[in-house]
């Protein structure tokens, strides 16, 4: 089983917290034991928003402040790779071609951001396309997919199944609130419609979610179904 795994900078390392970093690092080592082949993505959270921040007010443009981002993910990914241990390379890959490569050699890939513009959410959907993955499961701050916004709407409610179209014009229909926040942005979700990857979105901040969700299928998030799969429980490690 190929899973992608994208964590984010929040979820992973939260006040850059050394027992959550090695918790996920657990998750990943057990899954690899399982047999799986994993590649994690790894977000900024919040220390790239205050590196952004301070950068916009010295004056840095888009695209910097994208570079400066990318680079925070990428520190936070190397976190990870210190707490994996053997069978991870040593440094983030930093393109596609490069992360299919590791997995093509048996070893664990971790990488962060890729190009401006592009979020990890996005690069995660991307990768999991790319190396053909069985799993995109996305570990953010929240328990799923929400009508809306649940920090902001005590009325939003979880759905708990959706087909990718349908997870398309939620997350759009989300990010045309202006304050609103998504758990994975409306590019990720349209890589998911177009390769048809079995998905799951759910609350990160218990690292053996995780595990739970790759090994058996259950969780408390969101599933995105591929159109025509039904349900059966095809993907599932054990």
């Given at each position: 089983m190929k899973v992608v795994v994208s964590v984010?900078?929040?979820?992973?390392?939260p006040e850059l917290d050394p027992d959550r970093v090695t918790a996920y690092a657990d998750v990943v080592n057990e899954l690899v034991a399982d047999g799986c082949?994993?590649?994690?993505?790894?977000?900024?959270g919040g220390v790239a928003r205050d590196y952004i921040s301070t950068a916009r007010d010295l004056g840095?443009?888009?695209?910097?402040?994208?570079?400066?981002?990318?680079d925070v993910t990428r520190l936070n990914a190397r976190l990870l790779i210190s707490a994996l241990g053997e069978n991870v390379v040593t440094a983030?890959?930093?393109?596609?071609?490069?992360?299919g490569e590791v997995m093509r050699n048996g070893d664990v890939v971790v990488m962060g951001g890729v190009a401006p513009a592009q979020t990890t959410d996005a690069v995660s959907a991307a990768l999991a396309e790319y190396v053909g993955?069985?799993?995109?499961?996305?570990?953010?701050?929240?328990?799923?997919?929400?009508?809306a916004?649940?920090?902001?709407?005590?009325?939003?409610?979880?759905?708990?199944?959706?087909?990718?179209?349908?997870?398309?014009?939620?997350?759009?229909?989300?990010?045309?609130?202006?304050?609103?926040?998504a758990p994975v942005d409306l590019l990720a979700a349209k890589v998911i419609q177009r390769s048809g990857?079995?998905?799951?979105?759910?609350?990160?901040?218990?690292?053996e979610r995780v595990l739970t969700?790759?090994?058996?299928?259950?969780?408390?998030?969101?599933?995105?179904?591929?159109?025509?799969?039904?349900?059966?429980?095809?993907?599932?490690?054990?």
């Open positions: 984010g900078g929040s979820v992973l390392a082949q994993v590649a994690a993505v790894v977000g900024g840095a443009n888009e695209i910097e402040l994208d570079q400066i981002g990318i983030p890959a930093k393109n596609y071609e490069a992360a993955a069985d799993l995109l499961v996305y570990a953010t701050s929240v328990p799923g997919v929400f009508s916004d649940p920090a902001e709407d005590d009325d939003a409610e979880r759905y708990e199944e959706l087909t990718a179209s349908e997870l398309v014009d939620v997350i759009a229909g989300l990010e045309m609130n202006a304050g609103l926040s990857m079995r998905t799951i979105v759910l609350d990160g901040n218990d690292p969700a790759v090994r058996y299928g259950e969780h408390d998030g969101t599933d995105i179904i591929p159109e025509g799969t039904g349900n059966e429980l095809t993907y599932w490690a054990e």
